[in-house]
């Protein structure tokens, strides 16, 4: 991927490579796949407060 194709300039939308993709799945991804990013999406992280509150919850539920 050549990173200067892409925006990383405050105020810039979010953006995903869907990884899991079709495209992805016919032939895989290679070269630069910069333009194959997905703005407006967000990557979300699984973070230790998340799986603190997932595991109260089902703690609470048993």
């Known amino acids: ?9 405050e105020g810039m939308p979010e953006a995903v490579l869907d990884l899991g ?4 799945l016919e032939g ?11 703005a407006g999406r ?7 407060e998340i799986v603190r509150k997932a595991a109260a919850a089902k703690a ?3």
Do not use: P
């Open 1 to 9: 991927m050549d990173f200067a194709d892409l925006d990383f300039s």
């Open 21 to 24: 993709s079709k495209l992805a």
């Open 28 to 38: 895989g991804l290679a070269g630069n796949v910069s333009g194959h990013f997905e």
């Open 42 to 48: 967000t990557l979300d992280f699984l973070t230790l």
């Open 60 to 62: 609470a539920s048993a």
